[in-house]
């Protein structure tokens, strides 16, 4: 029983239903591993342990009712800028580093309705903006692999959780690839979901039309089986999209004889890390050899922009979303002065940490008078350009790959004094949200001793396709077994 943590979900989900175990057993033994590592690591914003015991307790009877989905009574990790009611939520940031919230995310209720087992809130960057995990407000993350080096951002806390055997699965959320970067760096599995397919009432918003909520898991039968739960119309969302949600897990096939794989330059960027160009090259010619059809050399010629519209786009929303944060209706206030406007102008000026100031600035300045056409509307051309890419490699392809990040894990402060490298380490996930297309990041490789990811991207709606790829993929690899040493 002492190593339960390292189970998968369907593992843990097939031994709970034969008896092999109980929920509160599971529980038990993931708390007390997550307890005794999370002192190196740092991926918890707090452990919930009590909360966690009682919803256990919970899963066991619905068990024993047959009540029984794959992820009834198994421990996961949630990021903490996605509601939990009663229990602090603080988007890594001081500004709500008290906030209770009275209502749960609309995640959180489909994994309550399943009676899933949360043991903690995880760590990330601020309001989810950065790479590493070093821009929230507490502490930083380190990466299981080596723990001087980042774990990703901002999904960083989930991503290392995981890959550490902290969790079983965790959830995370992406805006720029907040979930397959991180993924990437720490050597997991990391589903970006299209655009509207699951609900982002209750998540603290960065850029609305950006966000998305998605899973980090061990597998991607794992990755399947979260979105079977989470995904789905919700009326509270109007982004969310009323289309009925497949069967995840009936994509889970090793034949991929035909598919038809695209390999875009653009995303093989000047300056990327020789041994993760090799990784990537690598795995292309598996998936040949598994019989999918690759094509080198397909265009996406408006991805060069993708960074510069997304650091307008981004700010954009973000200046407009945490205006909110005023020091009057709820979260951090300054409240050592006699002036309503002081006061409104101390809580941000120290609620908020550097990074989140920067880009509420750069947002501002965008959508100021005189500068709105110059910069907003022309990004948001931009921004249709590089869909319309997609939508014609789509035509053509089932599915597009790409590394997930140009480089591997960093070390913890290489970074940090240049916001503009720190910045290219999204390259490669950008403008997957800027077109609103699903994307993937899975194992695939190591280099200099760190993971290296390799990201699948889908045309709208295509999880299934993508799922296809990736655990075809998986089956056919190691990289998914290996496990960091925190010893």
């Known amino acids: ?46 452990i919930t342990a ?19 989905s794959p992820l009834t009574g198994v421990p996961a990790i949630i990021k903490d800028n996605m509601c939990t009611r009663g229990i602090t939520t603080t988007c890594g940031s001081k500004m709500l580093e008290n906030f209770v919230p009275p209502y749960n995310a609309h995640v959180i209720e489909k994994l309550n309705s399943v009676n899933a087992v949360m043991v903690g809130k995880a760590n990330m960057d601020e309001f989810a903006m950065g790479s590493s995990t070093e821009n929230s407000a507490f502490f930083t993350t380190h990466n299981p692999w080596k723990l001087d080096c980042v774990p990703g951002g901002s999904s960083g806390g989930s991503a290392a959780a995981v890959a550490a055997d902290a969790c079983i699965y965790a959830l995370g959320s992406d805006t720029g690839g907040s979930i397959r970067q991180p993924a990437g760096f720490c050597g997991v599995v990391g589903l970006k979901p299209t655009y509207g397919r699951v609900s982002r009432y209750g ?30 119309h919700d009326k509270r969302d109007s982004t969310t999209v009323p289309l009925e949600v497949p069967d995840y897990t009936r994509a889970l096939k090793t034949d991929i004889k035909g598919l038809k794989v695209g390999v875009p330059r653009e995303y093989l960027v000047e300056g990327m890390q020789p041994a993760v160009r090799k990784a990537i090259e690598t795995a292309a010619k598996k998936l040949a050899e598994l019989g999918a059809l690759v094509e080198w050399n397909v265009s996406l010629p408006n991805t060069r922009y993708g960074l510069a519209a997304y650091y307008i786009l981004a700010p954009s929303e973000a200046s407009a979303n945490l ?18 406007w002081e006061s409104m102008e101390k809580t941000k000026q120290f609620g908020f940490g550097a990074e989140v100031k920067r880009r509420i600035m750069l947002g501002t300045y965008a959508l100021s008078a005189g500068y709105y056409d110059a910069y907003y509307l022309k990004a948001q051309k931009v921004r249709t350009l590089i869909k319309r890419d997609f939508d014609r490699a789509f035509e053509k392809y089932d599915v597009l790959v790409t590394p997930t990040s140009p480089t591997v894990a960093f070390q913890i402060g290489e970074k940090s004094d240049d916001p503009l490298q720190m910045y290219l380490s999204d390259i490669c996930t950008l ?24 990201q699948f991207i889908g045309k709208h709606f295509g999880e299934e396709t993508l799922l296809r790829a990736a655990f075809a993929y998986e089956q056919a690899t190691p990289w998914h077994k290996q496990k960091p040493s925190l010893a």
């Open 50 to 68: 009590e909360q966690a015991m009682a919803s256990a307790a919970a899963a066991d009877k619905a068990i024993a009712e047959g009540r029984c």
């Open 1 to 46: 029983m002492n190593d339960l943590h390292h189970l998968t979900i369907h593992e843990s989900h097939t031994l709970l239903k034969e008896k092999k175990f109980s929920s509160v057993e599971l529980t038990r033994a993931v708390l007390k591993y997550l307890e005794s590592i999370d002192g190196k690591i740092r991926a918890c914003m707090r």
């Open 431 to 454: 403008p997957i949200n800027i077109a609103g297309v699903p994307a993937i990041s899975i194992p695939a490789g190591f280099a200099d001793g760190l993971p290296v990811g390799m």
């Open 323 to 340: 205006a909110r944060y005023d020091g009057v209706k709820y979260g951090y206030s300054y409240r050592e002065t006699t002036s309503m």
């Open 203 to 232: 998540l603290v918003a960065f850029a609305s039309s950006l966000d998305q909520i998605g899973p980090l898991a061990k597998d991607v039968t794992d990755a399947a089986l979260i979105m079977n739960v989470i995904s789905g």
